[in-house]
């Protein structure tokens, strides 16, 4: 744990990408392989369920610190981060628990696999003081984490409230831990994506196959990594000749790949969930797929030929039990665009084009069997001009699409996003100007400043004020300020908080902020009854007062037009 811990705060300290490379290369090729595949499974997402409430936590911190809850809360406030707050307040005011034995007779750091005397490694702390968390009622909990609390250094306690409270996160992304564990295996980084796809155990023996050089994949469940595009932010003409690119409608799905392996069907999503049980019309797609196929695709809600909303595909998603009611509600297919494995040999490298011919023999056998089947291949826009494919991308909202693919007709199928063969070039995105009438403490390095905001409109009323309008909160949004216009927010925000809802401080209303997105929906959960899809702050409207901001029924209408 003490090493772990010393590997988070060495990734949390530094922007820079080598620095983070060489201290995850360092904690690998030194940790001991039971811990070092726990710490892997941490790292890239694979361990984040939530074993203890965030709330029992503050309350368990209230009965050991003597402090009252409300000053807990004040606290988490001015810290910006609940487990950072936790483990401070512990370890200034519970005395009793302030030291830890093993800190005060062993190194600040650790060599290589030698362990300070009385150290708990990661993966006995997580199989001792994690795991057995999810499996005790309140009180066995609240035992259990306090004697934990004991074993620890603050900055420990820290860690361990993120790893129990599936909080865990550092600045680092897959791609710099594929990119670490692959320098240690001395293999190439495209292999080792792979290696560390889909479902494994963190144990000893699985963390040394993925350091193993002549492990072979033998796994047949593991999806490939998934290949990711570039936004084109200048015009796409700078790419070279059209007639060099292949050109698709891009849609708002859950991008996944159909395996068939084995007489086995899988659905892996580009989050890396098993969801074979979610889409059974996909499933029976697969079931008609020959052996060792691999399809690449968007899940997508789909009716008369045409996609539905995003809001209808979410009935779909982290359902245990599909209905017949959602079935018919929500029906949906697998619009594939590629194909990974053939006849059992990965194919991934063959240029676009070979792939595209392979696909359509394919999808063209399977639909002239059996109709009825939920695939559709990804349409091929054709235009012989940049300027053309311009035109023709003015259509993206009649066919509910997003805008273009740009794939280079002679590209492979990489790993991970890299700029030069995919790009996506999507249409403008909606936007709306509203009014700023909630601020709260962000996160991170933005902890101590007020940069996460709630948006409203205008919504005609009969109050008796008889002044006729209420602003009507619809959005949140965090992104798309510069720092120094968070700071000058921040600042303003301090100066007219109104009213405070623990860490939440209504503002007068006063400015207004350009909200781009990029879809919108009914919701029942808010009080506007709409909901956006990817909402942040195209720019402060300064030169705008809040009289001018838009109202809830021009959202309606987008709505209707949209929907």
Known sequence: MQRFTQLYAELDETNRTNEKVAALERYFATAPAED??????????????????????????TEETGLPLWLVEESYSAVGDIAETMALLLEQVAPSISSSSHAANGKEKVGAREKVEGELGLADFIAKHVLPLGKLDEDEQRALVKKTWSMLTKEERFVYHKLITGAFRVGV????????????????????????????????????????????????????????????????????????????????????????????????????????????????????????????GEILAWQDGQPLSF????????RKKITKKVLAESPVILLAY?????????????????????????????????????????????????????????????????????????????????????????????????VMIYAQRGSGRRASLYSDYTFAVWRDSEDDNGDGRELVPFT?????????????????????????????RSVTPEHVFEIAFEGIQKSSRHKSGIALRFPRMLRWRKDKSIEEADTLDSLNVLLAEVG
Do not use: C
Not at 219 to 234: E, I, M, R, S
Not at 367 to 394: C, F, G, M, N, Y
């Open 476 to 504: 949140k949004a965090y992104s798309g300020l510069t720092d120094a216009e968070i700071r000058q927010v921040d600042r303003w925000v301090r100066q007219n908080t109104n009213e405070r809802f623990g860490p939440v």
């Open 311 to 318: 809001a209808a595909l979410q009935k779909r998603i982290g």
């Open 173 to 296: 992304g897959r791609t710099l831990v594929v990119r670490a564990l692959a320098s240690v295996a001395k293999i190439d980084k495209a292999a080792m994506a792979h290696r560390i796809m889909g479902q494994w155990q963190p144990d000893a023996d699985a963390f040394r196959a993925l350091l193993d050089p002549d492990t072979e994949q033998t796994d047949f469940t593991k999806p490939y990594p998934f290949y990711l595009a570039y936004q084109v932010d200048d015009n796409p003409a700078d790419l070279g000749p059209i007639d060099e690119w292949q050109i698709e409608w891009k849609w708002d799905g859950i991008r996944g790949q159909l395996i068939k392996r084995q007489g086995e069907v899988l659905i892996w999503t580009r989050g890396e969930d098993l969801a074979t049980n979610a889409y059974p019309e996909i499933v029976a797609v697969g079931a008609a797929l020959p052996n060792g196929t691999v399809l690449d």
């Open 338 to 434: 590629d194909i990974l494995e053939w006849q059992g040999q990965d194919i991934r490298e063959k240029p676009m084009t070979e792939r595209r011919q392979i696909l359509e023999t394919l999808l063209s056998e399977l639909q002239e069997a059996d109709p009825a089947l939920s695939i559709e291949r990804s349409t091929i826009v054709r235009a012989s001009t940049w300027e053309e494919a311009a035109k023709t991308r003015e259509e993206s909202r009649a066919r509910r699409a997003e805008g273009f693919m740009l794939k280079y007709k002679e590209s492979a199928y990489g790993v991970g996003r890299k700029k030069g063969d995919w790009w996506k070039w999507k249409v403008d995105p909606f936007t709306v100007d509203a």
């Open 36 to 61: 070092a595949a726990w710490a892997l499974a941490y790292l890239i997402g694979n361990r984040q369920r939530r074993a203890v409430s965030g709330r029992r936590l503050r309350e368990w911190v």
